[in-house]
């Protein structure tokens, strides 16, 4: 069946350094690939996605590239700010599974002045 | 578009009541969800809808959850009677079907539950 593995949080940063947030999947066909941020209070909302392999997501500074051969979708970011701070989630869609999301445990993220 | 609606925000009951969790999707989503998060498990997938029509509740915990969607702008979710363990955030989230895909879903704020 599908998977979604994310590394366990909490990530505890400094204003403006680098992000990484791994993040691995298993699948059965092709899926797509996203990234969900949830900010306290709220709920989840898309931050990036990759429909196929070697595409890069990017927003608001944040990016992701599709890695097929590592079945991967890591996200990064070269300076965080303290509003970063919040959960991300690591999700995939696959055709074969009527393209409903599979959403991983999610990493919480913290970023201190 | 006022986005996904959900109501109440918080509810604090106690054990063996009912509990109603109410979701209105926005206009022109054919796909509606019903998740759960816990610090334990993460966000759970409880139940979806097509069209108003229940696809997959493999996820509902148990019998003492019901999800209901009786038109394209509203549905519940009803735990009687409720335990302490089902508390959590329930979310209601919906899609577009847009050719081959309803990826992108759209998430409400969220019910806070605790059940005493």
């Known amino acids: 069946g599908n998977s979604v593995t994310q590394m366990e949080g909490p990530v505890t940063l400094s204003e403006e350094a680098f992000l990484t947030i791994n993040c691995t999947y298993t699948a059965t066909g092709y899926p797509s690939l996203f990234w969900y941020v949830q900010y306290p209070g709220e709920g989840l909302q898309l931050l990036l996605k990759?429909?196929?392999?070697?595409d890069k997501g990017s927003n608001k500074g944040f990016e992701a590239t599709y890695r097929k051969e590592t079945t991967s979708f890591h996200l990064e970011k070269g300076s965080v700010q303290v509003s970063d701070s919040a959960v991300y989630f690591c999700?995939?869609?696959?055709?074969?599974?009527?393209?409903?999301?599979?959403f991983g445990r999610g990493t919480s993220l913290i970023v201190h002045p | 578009d006022a986005g996904v609606i959900q109501s109440p925000r918080h509810e604090v009951t106690e054990m063996g009541q009912e509990v109603t969790l109410r979701c209105k999707p926005i206009?022109?989503?054919?796909?509606l969800f019903w998740y759960r998060q816990t610090m334990m498990r993460g966000l759970e997938l409880l139940i979806y809808f097509n069209n108003n029509v229940p696809i997959d509740d493999s996820g509902m915990p148990e019998d003492r959850f019901s999800a209901k969607m009786p038109n394209a702008s509203f549905s519940t979710l009803k735990i009687q009677p409720s335990e302490p363990r089902d508390s959590a955030v329930y979310f209601c989230?919906?899609?577009?079907?847009?050719?081959?895909?309803?990826?992108?879903?759209?998430f409400g704020s969220g019910t806070q539950l605790s059940v005493l």
């Open positions: 206009s022109g989503h054919d796909y």
């Open positions: 989230a919906s899609s577009r079907t847009s050719g081959a895909t309803n990826e992108k879903l759209f």
């Open positions: 990759a429909t196929k392999a070697d």
């Open positions: 999700a995939l869609s696959d055709p074969g599974g009527s393209y409903i999301p599979t």
